[in-house]
């Protein structure tokens, strides 16, 4: 199982990115795929989720400015983040368990991809 994250890099506050989850050797609209982020100092965690049923997931500080969605076309799961601000800096992460659902241990991880917001 491999994840490809991409679309990460250095934005000013109230910017956007959207970044990108890809896999290769199975089909990501059969599974619920995690995002996850983590800061610098803090412990990694889960900022959105997708389920297989197209039900999402956010952690509050998120809710209203980042979207997850799929394009089962490119087999391929975005985040779209939009008012960035400062504390949404990290490495970001998209993750599977190969489950239907948004809960229980992610056990497949992509190698991450920096997100810096900064003036």
């Known amino acids: 199982v491999q994840l490809v994250e991409s679309g990460g890099g250095l934005v000013q506050p109230g910017g956007s990115l959207r970044l990108s989850c890809a896999a290769s050797?199975?089909?990501?609209?059969?599974?619920?795929v995690g995002w996850f982020r983590q800061a610098p100092g803090k412990e990694r965690e889960r900022v959105a989720c997708?389920?297989?049923?197209?039900?999402?997931q956010y952690i509050d500080s998120v809710k209203g400015r980042f979207t997850v969605s799929r394009d089962n076309t490119n087999n391929s799961v975005y985040l779209q983040m939009n008012s960035l601000k400062p504390e949404d800096t990290g490495i970001y992460y998209c993750?599977?368990?190969?489950?239907?659902?948004?809960?229980?241990?992610?056990?497949?991880w992509g190698q991450g991809t920096q997100v810096t917001v900064s003036s």
């Open positions: 993750a599977t368990d190969l489950g239907r659902y948004c809960q229980g241990e992610f056990r497949y």
């Open positions: 050797d199975f089909k990501l609209d059969y599974v619920a």
């Open positions: 997708i389920s297989y049923y197209h039900d999402t």
